[in-house]
Structure formats: C-alpha cells, structure tokens
C-alpha cells in the first residue's frame, strides 16, 4: 500500500510539475503576445505620422507651386492691358485649372485608394488577430 501511495506522488507531482510548466510557457507566450502587439501600435502609430507629415509636405509644396503659378498669371495679365481682357481671362483659367490639376493628379497618384487601405486594413488584421487569439 505504501508503494501505492508513492507512485501516486510521483505521478501527481510529475502532473503537478507538467502542469506548472506548461503555465510557465504559457505566460511567456502572453508576454511575448502582449509585446509584439505593443510593438505592432507603436510602429503603427509611427507610421500614421510618417505619412500625415508626408502628405503635409506635399500638399505644402503643391500649393506654393499653385501660388507661383497665380502670381505668374497675375503678372501676365496685367501686362496683358484693357483691349485683352477675355484673352486674359481665359489665360488665368487655364493656368488654375493646370496649377490645381497638378496636386490633385499627384495626390491621386501618391495616396492610396479607398480599396488599397481597406486591403492594407485587411493585412494588418490578419496580421493582428492570431496575436489576439493567441493572447487570450
């Protein structure tokens, strides 16, 4: 009976001892989890002001370009002078058309389209959610 008894400790505490490293492994596992998702938001929000400032950049330059641009036309159609009048004004709407055209066709080729950032939102959940499930 006692070796009964003894082989019943030995296999609770090898029970007990599988137990508390599976434990151990598993909250390293959630560490790990919750750092990598720290990290993920991180460079996340990194990247949000990557590209907010990028995109600040160039709408600034895009409109000093269109402010040199009304200047120029400014100019010109002063010296243009009174007898051309409708010449001029259909001078100073082309060149805003062409002066706002410009950052429009950049802006549509730089930032992405509604489909491309639901599919980038797609990816990054992807990405996200087996660190989620495997968190929780």
């Known amino acids: 009976m006692s070796r009964q008894v003894s082989d019943r400790i030995q296999v609770l505490d090898d029970a007990t001892m599988k137990f508390g490293l599976l434990m151990e492994s598993a909250q390293a596992h959630q560490r790990l989890a919750e750092s990598n998702l720290e990290k993920l938001r991180v460079h996340t929000q990194g990247l949000d002001m990557v590209v907010r400032d990028e995109i600040r950049r160039t709408l600034i330059e ?7 641009e ?54 990054r959940d992807q990405m996200i959610a087996p660190l989620i499930c495997g968190g929780s």
């Open 62 to 68: 895009e409109l000093q370009m269109l402010t040199v």
């Open 70 to 123: 009304s200047k120029r036309a400014s100019e010109v159609l002063q010296t243009i002078g009174r007898g051309a009048v409708l010449r001029g004004a259909l001078w100073s709407i082309a060149i805003a058309l062409f002066g706002a055209g410009i950052p429009i066709t950049i802006m549509r080729w730089s930032l992405p389209s509604e489909h491309e950032i639901g599919l980038l939102r797609t990816r």
